[in-house]
């Protein structure tokens, strides 16, 4: 059954880094676009990134601009989250989710999606 595994969560001081990776399994990343979501204890699922299949488009929410940037790699049907300056506020699980074609920030509209990477930023 085709899905995606996230991978690369854990425990990181403020101001560290991660580097998240969503590889899929069973089908190829070429025509897919790629979000990645958040959600913190309490709170709705959030988009943070995303990414188009055909013309690497790329979204980012304002909370994180200029500290998180995705980008994928179709050879190794993989999607990357690289996450810099990492806060407090930026601890929650993190999930992958696949669509055909365009990206949307709407979780709703995504078909395929893993089970998540707890991202834990503290000091």
């Known amino acids: 059954q085709a899905h995606v595994v996230e991978s690369g969560g854990g425990l990181v001081q403020p101001g560290g880094s991660l580097r998240l990776s969503c590889v899929a399994s069973?089908?190829?990343?070429?025509?897919?676009?790629i979000g990645w979501f958040r959600q913190a204890p309490g709170k709705e699922r959030e988009g943070v990134s995303c990414i188009n299949a055909d013309d690497g488009s790329t979204y980012t929410t304002d909370s994180v601009k200029g500290r998180f940037t995705i980008s994928r790699d179709n050879a190794k049907n993989t999607v990357y989250l690289q996450m810099n300056s990492l806060k407090p506020a930026d601890t929650a699980v993190y999930y992958c989710?696949?669509?055909?074609?365009?990206?949307?920030?709407?979780?709703?509209?995504?078909?395929?999606w893993g089970q998540g990477t707890q991202v834990t930023v503290s000091s």
């Open positions: 989710a696949a669509r055909w074609r365009g990206y949307s920030v709407h979780p709703q509209e995504y078909d395929a």
């Open positions: 069973g089908f190829s990343l070429n025509g897919y676009a």
